[in-house]
């Protein structure tokens, strides 16, 4: 089981708040600043209750699917590797500078913010394979990490529009592919595990 720091730098990757952030931007350009504040706040409370969820129910859900430990790190391993790859070569901060004048005239609720974007399939799929992992013995410390994580990532997310005019979409691109690297390695160390559990 990892323990809570890393669990925490786990989630805080596969939540991607840098890589999300110029999409939050664009999507929500068009409210004021207060309610920019309400609608994140809102879409990130949603996105950790269903994150909690998969990290509460988790141990069921293997058990129900009959998924085993070396599985599960497998595709878990493989899932991510797909995700950082994406992180690395393609940069959604892209998207500050194809934004067009054609948005939604509704402010969005659940999709895309909440989910897919904050609670992905990485995501979720994380919170699994951690209760997978560490048991109802140590579900306190894996549920501090999500809330960590969340938490660092609702306020990268909440200072959006000011932290996007200061670092520009290159300096955005810049960090989500650096977390993209991080996420490979970890990605690697996840499949490595899955073999060995495997073949013993």
Do not use: H
């Amino acid at each position: 089981m990892y323990g809570f720091s890393a669990t925490l730098v786990l989630f805080f990757l596969v939540m991607d708040p840098l890589g999300n952030l110029p999409v939050f931007i664009v999507k929500l350009d068009r409210l004021t600043p207060r309610r920019y504040l309400v609608v994140v706040l809102r879409e990130s409370l949603i996105a950790l209750a269903v994150l909690l969820l998969f990290l509460l129910c988790g141990s069921e859900i293997l058990k129900y699917l009959q998924i085993s430990r070396a599985s599960l790190e497998l595709a878990g391993g493989i899932i991510l590797f797909l995700i950082a790859i994406k992180l690395v070569f393609g940069s959604a901060a892209d998207g500050m500078l194809q934004k067009n004048g054609t948005q939604p005239e509704r402010e969005p609720f659940i999709v895309p913010l909440a989910i897919p974007l904050f609670a992905g399939p990485a995501a979720m799929s994380t919170a699994i394979l951690v209760s997978g992992r560490s048991g109802w013995q140590n579900l306190a410390v894996s549920i501090g990490a999500l809330t960590a994580a969340w938490a660092v990532s609702t306020v990268i997310l909440l200072s959006g529009r000011y932290a996007g005019k200061f670092l520009g979409p290159k300096a955005l691109s810049a960090l989500e592919s650096l977390m993209g690297l991080l996420l490979t390695t970890i990605a690697v160390e996840m499949a490595i595990k899955g073999i060995r559990l495997a073949f013993p």
